[in-house]
């Protein structure tokens, strides 16, 4: 299977949290009921995580999420990312808007 470069940016916001950095996808849920959002990390890789995680720590700098970037945007994965702060209300929107999608294909299907 080949993995095609991403045409659309994808939304990241990159947290420090316990000595780790993490990134998380604001608009991505990683659960058909929207309780949390996905994330991946160097170490566990794609996972989900709540809310709440995305607020904790604080924002990575630069230099300390360079390499998980790096990682997220190489191959396999081939993201390309827009690196921001802090979850934005858009970001909020696009989420919600995301888990309702989710709910009709499942209710399809």
């Known amino acids: 299977m080949t993995f095609e470069q991403d045409t659309e940016e994808t939304p990241v916001v990159f947290r420090f949290v316990q000595g780790e950095v993490t990134a998380v996808f604001p608009c991505e849920p990683a659960d058909l009921d929207g309780r949390s959002m996905a994330c991946y990390a160097h170490v566990g890789q794609h996972s989900g995580c709540s809310h709440e995680f995305a607020r904790k720590g604080r924002p990575a700098k630069p230099a300390e999420y360079a390499d998980l970037k790096a990682e997220l945007e190489d191959w396999p994965y081939r993201y390309r990312l827009k690196v921001y702060n802090r ?23």
Do not use: W
Not at 87 to 99: D, G, S
């Open 87 to 109: 979850v934005q209300p858009a970001h909020r929107e696009a989420f919600r808007e995301e888990v309702r999608r989710l709910h009709r294909i499942s209710r399809a299907s």
